[in-house]
């Protein structure tokens, strides 16, 4: 599993101070992570009562963003179907993978201005996001409507003689047709009864047609009979081939529906060779987009989180991690050394970062708050800001 760590800490004095210690702790020869700093903006604080609300709201988004992500994923593997093989190079975001733009996040300025406030940031990914999801719905229902017709006709082409289109298995000649009286059958006969089918057959009715049946396929259960009788003893010569488990398939030879089915099939074909070109460059551009706006999300929660925590002025370091796999419980026991002081101020000091943060937003917006009591009910709460990343996107389990 490729799992990051995202985490903040405030600065200590600046936050390149709280990167350099980060990085001495970790580095050595345990080799705990390998980090990279996740640059966050200087984005519009807004009121307390703000803030506390969106800190809810962007974890639902956060779900929903990664939920869409995955889903795009998982359907542009299903439409490389043969070449799936091919779907890491196709899960890019701009012109990296994923891992890389996680690595080297900076924020879209221009897609998502700094100068709007948090709520409208928030509505406009969540906008995005859900259009690119009704996008999906509606072009996967429309290619999968037109892949399982296409498999359908496939498989009527395919399989067991009992169920399969005989259409491809028989020719003109194989057919009395246009007869007042009589009629041709086509009869499904297993292959151990072949013999007993031959010696059988003229004597089910009085009036089938000495020597009208000849073996027109077989595959490795059955074989495909032709036999012409008298129209007037289909029922009676029916119901002894029952009798004897040979099965009549009902099948009129119509040369027209034939060459239908035919067509059917070579247009159904090529409309499906015409769309999978387009459909896979959108879920490319798609989901390049869709990780994106979910990664402005994460960072868009770590600011809310951390100013809830630390208080203004804002001042703290976001960092991404990349645990050393069998290193992440000695990992934990390092960031809890360094930052479990913020534990006791962030609880026992929270009038004081309350005030400290009225103080301030009354000087930018004339009012003055009071810090409701911190979200402690996480199971990934810690006393530093904390959120993983799962770039495992085709885990079937998170889809």
Same mark, same amino acid.
């Given at each position: 599993?490729?799992?990051?760590?995202?985490?903040?800490?405030?600065?200590?004095?600046?936050?390149?101070?709280?990167?350099?210690?980060?990085?001495?702790?970790?580095?050595?020869?345990?080799?705990?992570?390998?980090?990279?700093?996740?640059?966050?903006?200087?984005?519009?604080?807004?009121? %307390?009562?703000?803030?506390?609300?969106?800190?809810?709201?962007?974890?639902?988004?956060?779900?929903?963003?990664?939920?869409?992500?995955?889903?795009?994923?998982?359907?542009?593997?299903?439409?490389?179907?043969?070449?799936?093989?091919?779907?890491?190079?196709?899960?890019?975001?701009?012109?990296?993978?994923?891992?890389?733009? %996680?690595?080297?996040?900076?924020?879209?300025? /221009?897609?998502?201005?700094?100068?709007?406030?948090?709520?409208?940031?928030?509505?406009?990914?969540?906008?995005?996001?859900?259009?690119?999801?009704?996008?999906?719905?509606?072009?996967?229902?429309?290619?999968?409507?037109?892949?399982?017709?296409?498999?359908?006709?496939?498989?009527?082409?395919?399989?067991?003689?009992?169920?399969?289109?005989?259409?491809?298995?028989?020719?003109?000649?194989?057919?009395?047709?246009?007869?007042?009286?009589?009629?041709?059958?086509?009869?499904?006969?297993?292959?151990?009864?072949?013999?007993?089918?031959?010696?059988?057959?003229?004597?089910?009715?009085?009036?089938?047609?000495?020597?009208?049946?000849?073996?027109?396929?077989?595959?490795?259960?059955?074989?495909?009979?032709?036999?012409?009788?008298?129209?007037?003893?289909?029922?009676?010569?029916?119901?002894?081939?029952?009798?004897?488990?040979?099965?009549?398939?009902?099948?009129?030879?119509?040369?027209?529906?034939?060459?239908?089915?035919?067509?059917?099939?070579?247009?159904?074909?090529?409309?499906?060779?015409?769309?999978?070109?387009?459909?896979?460059?959108?879920?490319?551009?798609?989901?390049?987009?869709?990780?994106?706006?979910?990664?402005?999300?994460? /960072? %868009?929660?770590?600011?809310?989180?951390?100013?809830?925590?630390?208080?203004?002025?804002?001042?703290?370091?976001?960092?991404?991690?990349?645990?050393?796999?069998?290193?992440?419980?000695?990992?934990?026991?390092?960031?809890?050394?360094?930052?479990?002081?913020?534990?006791?101020?962030?609880?026992?000091?929270?009038?004081?970062?309350?005030?400290?943060?009225?103080?301030?937003?009354?000087?930018?917006?004339?009012?003055?708050?009071?810090?409701?009591?911190?979200?402690?009910?996480?199971?990934?709460?810690?006393?530093?800001?904390?959120?993983?990343?799962?770039?495992? %996107?085709?885990?079937?389990?998170?889809?």
């Amino acid at each position: 599993m490729t799992e990051f760590w995202l985490v903040s800490a405030p600065g200590e004095n600046t936050p390149q101070k709280t990167w350099d210690r980060l990085n001495q702790a970790t580095a050595g020869p345990e080799k705990l992570s390998v980090n990279y700093k996740f640059s966050i903006p200087e984005l519009r604080v807004g009121t %307390l009562d703000v803030l506390v609300g969106l800190s809810d709201d962007l974890g639902k988004l956060d779900t929903y963003c990664e939920g869409v992500t995955r889903k795009l994923a998982q359907y542009l593997g299903e439409v490389l179907e043969d070449t799936r093989d091919k779907l890491a190079e196709n899960l890019k975001v701009g012109d990296g993978t994923p891992t890389s733009y %996680l690595h080297k996040f900076t924020w879209d300025g /221009a897609k998502y201005p700094i100068k709007q406030s948090l709520r409208f940031l928030a509505d406009m990914i969540g906008k995005q996001v859900s259009q690119i999801e009704a996008d999906l719905k509606n072009k996967s229902s429309a290619y999968n409507n037109l892949k399982g017709n296409l498999q359908n006709l496939e498989r009527k082409a395919t399989g067991s003689l009992l169920t399969r289109s005989l259409a491809d298995l028989v020719k003109k000649t194989d057919f009395v047709l246009d007869s007042e009286y009589l009629i041709t059958l086509l009869v499904i006969v297993p292959k151990s009864a072949q013999s007993e089918w031959l010696n059988k057959y003229e004597k089910l009715t009085d009036m089938v047609v000495p020597r009208s049946s000849r073996l027109l396929f077989e595959d490795q259960e059955s074989c495909l009979f032709n036999v012409t009788l008298f129209q007037r003893a289909v029922d009676e010569f029916k119901h002894h081939c029952r009798e004897n488990k040979f099965v009549v398939r009902d099948f009129v030879y119509n040369e027209k529906e034939i060459e239908e089915g035919k067509t059917e099939v070579t247009r159904l074909e090529a409309d499906k060779k015409k769309q999978y070109g387009p459909l896979v460059k959108w879920l490319r551009i798609n989901f390049g987009e869709c990780f994106a706006a979910w990664i402005h999300v994460k /960072a %868009l929660r770590v600011f809310v989180e951390s100013v809830l925590r630390y208080g203004l002025p804002v001042n703290f370091q976001a960092m991404i991690m990349l645990p050393n796999k069998r290193s992440q419980k000695r990992l934990r026991e390092v960031l809890n050394q360094l930052y479990s002081h913020l534990d006791t101020t962030s609880m026992s000091g929270s009038d004081s970062k309350a005030n400290d943060f009225s103080e301030h937003s009354s000087s930018q917006q004339g009012s003055s708050m009071e810090i409701p009591g911190l979200n402690l009910g996480s199971a990934d709460y810690y006393p530093y800001v904390f959120y993983r990343i799962n770039l495992d %996107l085709l885990d079937s389990q998170r889809l």
